[in-house]
Structures are given as C-alpha cells and as structure tokens.
C-alpha cells in the first residue's frame, strides 16, 4: 500500500532535475542496488556466513580488519554514507584495501553467531552491543579467540553513530588501521590530524 509519505516523497523525487540526484557518480537512474533486505548492496562488503568470529579469522588471514556497517531499511544517513562516503572511489579504494566490512540491520532477524557463540537474530545482536542508531560502525580486535571472554563492548576497539563527513569518515577508518585507538581516543587523533 502506498503511503501518503512515499507518494510525496516520489513526487519530489520526480520533479527534481537530475543534476539534483547527481552525488558521487550516483544518479537517480541509477540509484542504490538495494538487497533482498531492503539495505543498499555494495558488491566489496563481506558475503558473511554471520559468524564473527569466523569474520575477524578471515580478515585478518587477509591482512585486513573486521568492520561492521549496522543500518536500517530507509535510514537516509544510512543512504548518505553508501552514497557520500562508500561512493567515493578514493575512501572505497582505502577501506576495500584494509578492511572486511560485514553488513548488518539492526531490525533483522538473521541469525549471527557472536564471538562467545551465542546465536542471536541482528535485531538481539544490535541490542547485545547497545547498537541504537544508524549507521553505526563497529571495530573489533584482531584475535577472535581473546575476544570470547570479553564482555561486548571490550571486544571493539573503535565505534561511530551516526553520519560522518567523507574527511571524518576515512578518518575513521584510518583510526583503526593505524591502531592509533592503542595510544587515544578517535577524538583525540581527529584532533590531531586537523579533521
């Protein structure tokens, strides 16, 4: 059933010039490929068995980190950051080299397996994590073993809500592939970097 929201939102939509739909090389036209889920699909994301332990063990066989992307169908920050900042072949060029990035809804009902083994749907999981808003990124530690006896928070090492601008973005990320979180907080090394 169509609603009166997404009836005046097509309505705008419609009326708009391209040139108004044009950020970042996505255009009206082309748009977000969205997934079965509703989320947008970025074809470099992790095809994830769900399992994170399995995850951070994959990443890092590959020289890589673990991140999880948590977002929610319709969420617009959620399209700005896919749109504004993973549309950015530059900040997509350096995370794709340093980072696995899981994709993940925080109303979903997939099963994960947490590093504790605990199987929980993505809705329980974001509750587990205190994950209220999206988007929100997560960084996790190297060692999956050593994560086990953690509690949930202590397991990751960096945390963004919310939209970032492209400089804080890959800043972000950044942050967390300079193990810079070891010597300070993120606050501290966008300080530092004039961010």
Known sequence: MLSRRKLITAAVAASLPPAAMAVSGVT????????????????????????????????????????????????????????????????????????????????????VVDFDGEKLTERRLAEKYGVRFTPTFQFFGEDAEAMKA?????????????????????ALFRFVAEKAYEKGTLRDYLRAQGA
């Open 28 to 111: 009206r036209a082309e748009g977000l490929k969205l997934g079965e889920d509703g989320l947008p699909h970025v074809e470099w994301f992790l095809q994830s068995l769900l399992e994170l332990a399995d995850d951070v063990s994959l990443a890092a066989q590959n020289g890589k980190r673990l991140a999880v992307m948590w977002e929610l169908r319709g969420c617009p920050y959620c399209h700005e950051t896919h749109v504004k900042n993973l549309g950015d072949p530059t900040i997509a060029s350096y995370i794709r080299e340093r980072f696995e990035v899981v994709q993940l809804n925080v109303a979903g009902d997939r099963t």
């Open 150 to 170: 953690k509690k949930p928070r202590d397991r990751e090492v960096a945390r963004a809500q919310g939209y970032l601008e492209p400089k804080h973005f890959v």
